[in-house]
């Protein structure tokens, strides 16, 4: 009998687990091969549509005038006040909502890769829709909200250092959250636990996987800028060579 998610997080709880540095790196690479044409030109085109919105939602809500270098300079978070301060991270909060889906997307495009199943444009915003979407949604809302207060109680002391350090460790024991929701069909509060836990147990070993495929996304701004957008898909690959090595993904759990 096939154990379930919260089975195996319980067992990795008590028992913890072995993690290969070497052999998830090369999971991870061969599996960023299958995608990174693919995925790379969706968040391109994603990226693209981001900035067209961003774009109207500055002039619609400053005017046309902010499209000038002078009002551009004075749209920098630090001088915001009041408003335009509680507008910003409203936009912010719901920016990485609307994202969570489409990372998700791209995680469930390199399962498909790792199957040799085809993928397609649907494949990336295969999650928009519920239950994961209302999941998906949930966490990246507590997250943003809890870290953006921390980055806001900081940076009244003037130590937004220290705010911006609690939320790079918070994004660290959180990474395999959605990986959890979307394959293990965990509930949001679940998979943040859940998440917590598994990272807890090889918490270097994670983290040099991480900062290796961080770089190695970064290397897309040597030479053309545009790069970035096909080194990107790297990360995603590694979430899932990550989470498949811990946790795996059985018949039953898979997401349809």
Same mark, same amino acid.
């Given at each position: 009998?096939?154990?379930?998610?919260?089975? +195996?997080?319980?067992?990795?709880?008590?028992?913890? $687990?072995? @993690?290969?540095?070497?052999?998830? %790196?090369?999971?991870? %690479?061969?599996?960023? +091969?299958?995608?990174?044409?693919?995925?790379?030109?969706?968040?391109?085109?994603?990226?693209?549509?981001?900035?067209? @919105?961003?774009?109207?939602?500055?002039?619609?809500? %400053?005017?046309?005038?902010?499209?000038?270098? +002078?009002?551009?300079?004075?749209?920098?978070?630090?001088?915001?006040?009041?408003?335009?301060?509680?507008? $910003?991270?409203?936009?912010? =909060?719901?920016?990485?909502?609307?994202?969570?889906?489409?990372?998700?997307?791209? =995680?469930?495009?390199?399962?498909?890769?790792? +199957?040799?199943?085809?993928?397609?444009?649907?494949?990336?915003?295969?999650?928009?829709?519920?239950?994961?979407?209302?999941?998906?949604?949930? #966490?990246?809302?507590?997250?943003?909200?809890?870290?953006?207060?921390?980055?806001?109680?900081?940076?009244?002391?003037?130590?937004?250092?220290?705010? #911006?350090?609690?939320?790079?460790?918070?994004?660290?024991?959180?990474?395999?959250?959605?990986?959890?929701?979307?394959?293990?069909?965990?509930?949001?509060?679940? #998979?943040?636990?859940?998440?917590? =836990?598994?990272?807890?147990?090889?918490?270097?070993?994670?983290?040099?996987?991480?900062?290796? &495929?961080? =770089? #190695?996304?970064?290397?897309?701004?040597?030479?053309?800028?545009?790069?970035?957008?096909?080194?990107?898909?790297?990360? $995603?690959?590694?979430?899932?060579?990550? $989470?498949? &090595?811990?946790?795996?993904?059985?018949?039953?759990?898979?997401?349809?």
């Amino acid at each position: 009998m096939m154990k379930t998610t919260k089975e +195996k997080i319980e067992e990795i709880q008590i028992n913890g $687990y072995q @993690i290969d540095f070497g052999n998830v %790196f090369n999971h991870a %690479f061969e599996n960023y +091969k299958k995608i990174a044409l693919y995925a790379g030109l969706m968040i391109f085109v994603f990226a693209i549509l981001i900035g067209f @919105i961003a774009g109207g939602i500055v002039i619609f809500t %400053f005017g046309v005038s902010a499209l000038n270098q +002078k009002m551009l300079e004075d749209l920098r978070v630090e001088n915001f006040t009041g408003m335009h301060l509680a507008i $910003y991270i409203i936009l912010g =909060i719901l920016f990485n909502c609307l994202l969570a889906p489409f990372s998700a997307g791209l =995680i469930k495009m390199a399962h498909s890769a790792e +199957k040799d199943e085809e993928f397609h444009v649907s494949t990336v915003f295969e999650y928009y829709k519920n239950p994961y979407f209302q999941e998906l949604v949930i #966490a990246t809302f507590l997250l943003t909200i809890f870290t953006t207060g921390l980055s806001e109680m900081f940076k009244l002391v003037d130590i937004e250092i220290v705010g #911006a350090l609690f939320s790079a460790v918070i994004s660290f024991f959180t990474f395999l959250t959605i990986p959890l929701i979307i394959f293990g069909n965990l509930k949001a509060i679940d #998979a943040l636990k859940s998440s917590m =836990i598994i990272v807890s147990k090889q918490p270097l070993v994670l983290l040099g996987l991480l900062i290796v &495929s961080g =770089i #190695a996304s970064l290397v897309g701004f040597i030479g053309c800028c545009i790069g970035i957008f096909f080194t990107i898909p790297f990360m $995603y690959s590694m979430y899932y060579a990550i $989470y498949t &090595s811990i946790v795996g993904i059985d018949s039953e759990n898979d997401s349809e």
